[in-house]
């Protein structure tokens, strides 16, 4: 009798749910309907957790839409002086410390208001921002994660409010064991903290549509028949190298004439203000603006037709990308990507056999890769088929939730 009693509060311990507040950066809204890849990545998650589990809150900006399903949604509203930090911050160059003053108002005002409002929970999730940690007072029955996209731990002049926020930390997920390690060399008293958990994709939108991928979007381009249309897809700033992708195409044009370039993205997110670099990539595209379109940012929706639609995607990043959704999502759409070998990017990649890396910041070597795998279609069939099989295998949302169910386990068991 008394084993059975024992055994029945054992159950009752593990059926008992746990409130989950997943906490974005103080820019953007969940849903993602102004876009942003780490937004993108806490709506998928979110929806695929363990919903018996887990309660689950997401906290951001304000989405100004109506949300379905069983996650609740928080917004923190802007406020006239963060809108002004931020007006300030986006007309400044990165080396002006104004750009960091009004950065440090913004996350200092919104950290402000989400500690009032994640007070409460059993578990708190910090996506990519470690400064929100210093404005939580940690209960000794909540566990606090920090989730990190980018390679933000190691700017030196951060480091020590960083050293402070990971004291509170009892879980640093890293997107990439670059991201990891870089981290961990900075702050070896934590490193026994910190995990990888590489990023995903769904490989059931993002796939392979065939003719119907150009139907869909002969509105944004007008696919012809005998050209080549290569790809690129994310931020446009510096650290993504566009412009060396640009000078790589028009030394391409010169071997192969049909190709067309297509440039998709903006600054950060969709109505993110025109920046001094993205004036000067239209410049920099004039000798061969005929091959060249700038659509500006495309919607999830759309964007995965665009993907299938193209011949190639480039990705040519010259900064320590970390492990950008681009990748995974051109390997499931079953094109083949050329990309830079930075950053977590040769973590997913095999040279060769389901993408081609090469050398970051050299459009020659750029140009030789594009060439070299457009006059080998079986190669290139080869590679967009393993691609394809390894997201399948591998990186779906699925397989992410999973392992992220497996971390979060040991600190969501009862005491």
């Not at 942003?36 to 018996?52: C, F, I, T, Y």
């Not at 995607?313 to 083949?336: H, K, N």
């Amino acid at each position: 009798m008394v084993e059975q009693s024992s055994d029945l509060k054992n159950t009752l311990k593990k059926s008992v749910k746990k409130s989950l507040a997943i906490v974005v950066p103080e820019l953007l809204p969940v849903p993602p309907v102004k876009g942003g890849a780490v937004e993108h990545w806490v709506h998928e998650v979110a929806g695929r957790l363990n919903a018996e589990q887990f309660d689950i809150t997401i906290i951001s900006r304000p989405s100004g839409g109506q949300s379905e399903g069983a996650i609740a949604y928080i917004g923190i509203p802007w406020t006239r002086l963060e809108k002004a930090f931020y007006w300030l911050k986006e007309r400044v160059t990165w080396r002006n410390p104004l750009r960091y003053l009004a950065k440090i108002q913004n996350v200092a005002s919104y950290g402000l208001r989400v500690a009032k409002q994640v007070a409460g929970f059993d578990i708190v999730v910090i996506h990519n921002e470690p400064n929100l940690l210093l404005f939580l007072r940690k209960l000794p029955s909540q566990k606090l994660i920090l989730h990190m996209h980018n390679e933000h731990l190691t700017h030196a002049a951060f480091r020590w409010l960083y050293r402070r926020a990971l004291r509170k930390a009892d879980l640093v997920i890293c997107v990439s064991a670059y991201i990891k390690n870089s981290a961990t060399q900075i702050f070896p008293e934590h490193a026994h903290k910190f995990e990888v958990l590489f990023n995903a994709t769904n490989p059931e939108v993002f796939k392979p549509y065939g003719e119907q991928a150009k139907q869909a979007i002969n509105n944004i381009i007008n696919f012809e028949d005998d050209k080549i249309y290569l790809l690129y897809v994310g931020r446009l700033t510096a650290e993504k190298g566009v412009h060396i992708l640009i000078e790589a195409f028009a030394q391409l044009l010169q071997s192969m004439p049909n190709a067309r370039l297509i440039i998709t993205g903006s600054s950060f997110f969709e109505g993110a203000t025109k920046t001094a670099y993205q004036q000067s990539l239209i410049s920099h595209a004039k000798p061969v603006s005929h091959a060249i379109v700038f659509t500006g940012f495309i919607p999830h929706e759309k964007l995965r037709y665009l993907y299938s639609a193209a011949d190639l995607v480039v990705l040519p990043s010259i900064w320590q990308d970390p492990c950008p959704l681009v990748v995974l999502e051109s390997m499931a759409s079953g094109t083949c990507l050329v990309a830079t070998k930075v950053g977590g990017i040769p973590e997913i990649i095999v040279n060769g056999k389901d993408g081609m890396l090469v050398e970051a910041n050299n459009s020659h070597a750029i140009t030789q890769c594009l060439l070299a795998i457009l006059n080998e279609p079986e190669k290139k069939s080869q590679i967009e088929q393993a691609a394809r099989q390894k997201i399948e295998s591998a990186y779906a949302w699925q397989h992410l939730v999973k392992k992220l169910e497996t971390l979060l386990s040991p600190i969501t068991q009862p005491i």
